[in-house]
């Protein structure tokens, strides 16, 4: 435990459950059951708020008690190490997974999946989203890392975000301009702001269209991309003027594993779960890939996937 003394944890404990339903309030869990690699050591505690408002009273306590905070979306994109984390992990899932509209604008809370709601837009006859419908990962998550894919991008159709700052433990409503978007990259990486609620402006289409390129999509990423295996997505970002698979593949890393982490035989630029991997397993294989690569062509490649939790 993170917290030193069994006074101190009932302390902590006895005040988050005077905001937080104590069923969404969990001790020592396991992270494997929580991410999409199915790997990760226990966290201290892990929190499922419903609101922003949980979130920021959350905040406030594990603030004056000194306990320290990882946000996690529906747990793609991460590894979380063999020893789990320490201090409070805040998860943004069903708890927080609203979706509603208001004409040609989406709103959705932090914790709703992206294929979610990218079909519900669909739904709405609303374009502009169809990329995202195979994305595993959350609305949140998405707009912390500018997820895209299939020449789109979150970034596209963002157009404001609600988050709770964890210095001030007030909302702060984030225009688009502000949230200062890049490659895999946005204003929440560098500031201590969590996303609670996004605003997606669409447009309307010809729901015979938007259909189509969703099940575009869908067969395109069933057929490329293995799906089937617990994996964290994309391992790498893509290094300018290439692509990070097929350097792999070309280097002869398809199918090469260490330990239960193997690199995909179905697309090189996914490590997947074979079979009982740790997370050490797939940072060894991650470092193998990199060195493999960077000796045969020159080029470095680095991690897409977010890395939390002690070793």
Same mark, same amino acid.
């Given at each position: 435990?993170?917290?030193?003394?069994?006074?101190?944890?009932?302390?902590?404990? %006895?005040?988050? @459950?005077?905001?937080?339903?104590?069923?969404?309030?969990?001790?020592?869990?396991?992270?494997?059951?929580?991410?999409?690699?199915?790997?990760?050591?226990?966290?201290? &505690?892990?929190?499922?708020?419903?609101?922003?408002?949980?979130?920021?009273?959350?905040?406030?306590?594990?603030?004056?008690?000194?306990?320290?905070?990882? !946000?996690?979306? %529906?747990?793609?994109?991460?590894?979380?190490?063999?020893?789990?984390?320490?201090?409070?992990?805040?998860?943004?899932?069903?708890?927080?997974? &609203?979706?509603?509209?208001?004409?040609?604008?989406?709103?959705?809370?932090? /914790?709703?999946?992206?294929?979610?709601?990218?079909?519900?837009?669909?739904? $709405?006859?609303?374009?502009?989203?169809?990329?995202?419908? +195979?994305?595993?990962?959350?609305?949140? /998550?998405?707009?912390?890392?500018?997820?895209?894919? &299939?020449?789109?991008?979150?970034? %596209?159709?963002?157009?404001?975000?609600?988050?709770? $700052?964890?210095?001030? +433990?007030?909302?702060?409503?984030?225009?688009?301009?502000? !949230?200062?978007?890049?490659?895999?990259?946005? #204003?929440?990486?560098?500031?201590?702001?969590?996303? $609670?609620?996004?605003?997606?402006?669409?447009?309307?289409?010809? %729901?015979?269209? !938007?259909?189509?390129?969703?099940?575009? &999509?869908?067969?395109?990423?069933?057929?490329?991309?293995?799906?089937?295996?617990?994996?964290?997505?994309?391992?790498?970002?893509?290094?300018?003027?290439?692509?990070?698979?097929?350097?792999?593949?070309?280097? +002869?890393?398809?199918?090469?594993?260490?330990?239960?982490?193997? #690199?995909? @035989?179905?697309?090189?630029?996914?490590?997947?779960?074979?079979?009982?991997?740790?997370?050490?397993?797939?940072?060894?294989?991650? +470092?193998?890939?990199?060195?493999?690569?960077?000796?045969?062509?020159?080029?470095?490649?680095?991690?897409?996937?977010?890395?939390?939790?002690?070793?």
């Amino acid at each position: 435990m993170y917290l030193q003394t069994i006074k101190a944890e009932k302390s902590f404990l %006895n005040q988050l @459950e005077t905001v937080i339903d104590r069923r969404r309030l969990l001790v020592d869990e396991p992270m494997s059951r929580h991410t999409t690699f199915r790997i990760g050591g226990p966290a201290d &505690y892990l929190i499922l708020p419903s609101s922003a408002e949980e979130v920021a009273a959350v905040l406030s306590i594990a603030r004056s008690h000194g306990v320290p905070v990882t !946000i996690l979306g %529906n747990g793609s994109n991460v590894l979380v190490l063999d020893n789990g984390v320490r201090g409070a992990v805040v998860k943004f899932g069903e708890t927080m997974g &609203y979706i509603r509209h208001d004409g040609d604008v989406v709103i959705a809370g932090a /914790g709703a999946s992206l294929g979610d709601v990218s079909r519900f837009a669909a739904s $709405c006859e609303l374009t502009g989203l169809e990329f995202a419908v +195979g994305i595993p990962g959350s609305i949140g /998550g998405a707009v912390f890392m500018n997820a895209g894919a &299939y020449d789109g991008e979150i970034s %596209n159709v963002v157009s404001a975000v609600t988050a709770v $700052c964890q210095s001030g +433990g007030k909302l702060k409503r984030f225009t688009r301009e502000e !949230i200062r978007f890049g490659y895999r990259d946005s #204003v929440f990486q560098h500031n201590d702001c969590i996303v $609670c609620e996004v605003e997606l402006t669409l447009k309307y289409g010809e %729901n015979s269209d !938007i259909q189509q390129k969703m099940e575009d &999509y869908t067969s395109r990423r069933e057929a490329k991309q293995p799906i089937e295996m617990p994996s964290a997505g994309s391992t790498f970002k893509r290094p300018p003027g290439y692509f990070a698979g097929t350097l792999i593949e070309q280097a +002869g890393l398809k199918g090469f594993n260490i330990g239960g982490a193997q #690199v995909s @035989e179905k697309h090189a630029g996914f490590i997947v779960n074979a079979g009982g991997a740790t997370a050490a397993d797939v940072l060894a294989l991650i +470092g193998e890939v990199q060195r493999r690569v960077h000796a045969e062509f020159g080029v470095k490649l680095h991690p897409e996937v977010r890395i939390i939790g002690e070793g």
